[in-house]
């Protein structure tokens, strides 16, 4: 899903010690987090939007 960036980016899974917490973030800011989205997963719109920031965040660099 992200291997277009796996040269630029480093991601870690870190499990929470809160029950049903997922949060995604990037350089300190959140891109998602779950319980704020009223305990929903993240969807295809949701992955394609983290991927776009990402891309928009490399090329600030």
């Keep these: ?5 796996r040269s630029q980016i480093a991601l870690t899974l870190t499990p ?8 995604v973030r990037l350089n300190g ?3 998602f987090d779950r319980q704020a989205e009223g305990d929903t997963f993240p969807d295809l719109d949701n992955v394609n ?6 891309r928009n965040t490399l090329d600030l660099s």
Excluded: A, D, V
Aim: charged share 15%; no cysteine.
């Design 29 to 31: 800011n959140t891109l």
């Design 49 to 54: 939007g983290w991927k776009q920031t990402i």
């Design 1 to 5: 899903m992200f291997i277009e960036f």
């Design 16 to 23: 929470s010690h809160q029950s049903g917490q997922l949060e």
